[in-house]
C-alpha cells in the first residue's frame, strides 16, 4: 500500500497509510510571528460500511534548522504503520460535535 514515510533530523517519526485510506497529506506549517512551525501528517479513511473519517498520524513542532523529509513509499508492513486517532464525521442527521474514538493499534509507534 502508499505511505508517507515523515523523518525529522534524520529520524523516522511515522509511516502514515493504511489499506482503507483515502487520502493521505503531510504539511509543514510555519507562523513567523510566533516563530513557530508545526509538522502534521492526517488524511482520510473509509472503512468499510462506515462513514468516511478524518485520520491522524503525527503533528509536531518544528525548530529553525529542522530537517523535514518527506517520502512516498511502497509499503506491507503493518507494524510500522500507526494510526493515532480517527475522527468520525457525523452526518447531517447527528450532532455538530464530532465523534473521537482512539484507535488502539499497536505496532511501531512514531514518536
Same mark, same amino acid.
Given at each position: 500500500m502508499l505511505c508517507l514515510e515523515v523523518t525529522i533530523n534524520g529520524e523516522q517519526r511515522?509511516? #502514515? *497509510?493504511?489499506? /482503507? #485510506? $483515502?487520502? &493521505? +497529506?503531510?504539511?509543514?506549517?510555519? !507562523?513567523? *510571528?510566533? +516563530?513557530? #512551525?508545526? /509538522? !502534521?501528517?492526517?488524511?482520510? =479513511?473509509?472503512?468499510? *460500511? $462506515?462513514? +468516511?473519517? @478524518?485520520a491522524h498520524w503525527l503533528t509536531s513542532s518544528a525548530a /529553525? *534548522?529542522?530537517?523535514? $523529509? =518527506? %517520502? &512516498? =513509499?511502497?509499503? @506491507? +508492513? %503493518?507494524r510500522n504503520q500507526v494510526l493515532a486517532e480517527v475522527i468520525w464525521k457525523p452526518s447531517r442527521l447527528e450532532r455538530w460535535d464530532s465523534i473521537r474514538m482512539r484507535v488502539l493499534w499497536q505496532g511501531t509507534q512514531g514518536r
Open positions: 511515522v509511516c #502514515a *497509510g493504511v489499506a /482503507i #485510506a $483515502q487520502t &493521505l +497529506n503531510a504539511s509543514v506549517t510555519a !507562523h513567523p *510571528g510566533f +516563530n513557530q #512551525a508545526w /509538522i !502534521h501528517v492526517d488524511g482520510e =479513511i473509509a472503512p468499510e *460500511g $462506515q462513514p +468516511n473519517a @478524518d /529553525i *534548522g529542522d530537517v523535514v $523529509q =518527506i %517520502r &512516498l =513509499i511502497e509499503s @506491507d +508492513n %503493518r
